[in-house]
């Protein structure tokens, strides 16, 4: 394995994380604001 498909591979890992991390944080802000709209 070369260094430039070592660092494809990080580079696509990465990406698919900051993906990950955005879905996860659009679901906790949609629980976060029907949670709060079923309180108030």
Not at 5 to 33: D, F, K
Request: proline content about 0%.
């Amino acid at each position: 394995m070369t260094r430039d498909e070592l660092n494809r591979e990080l580079r696509m890992h990465s990406a698919t994380w900051q993906s990950v991390a955005v879905v996860y944080g659009a679901i906790v802000a949609t629980l976060v604001l029907s949670a709060m709209s079923i309180i108030a």
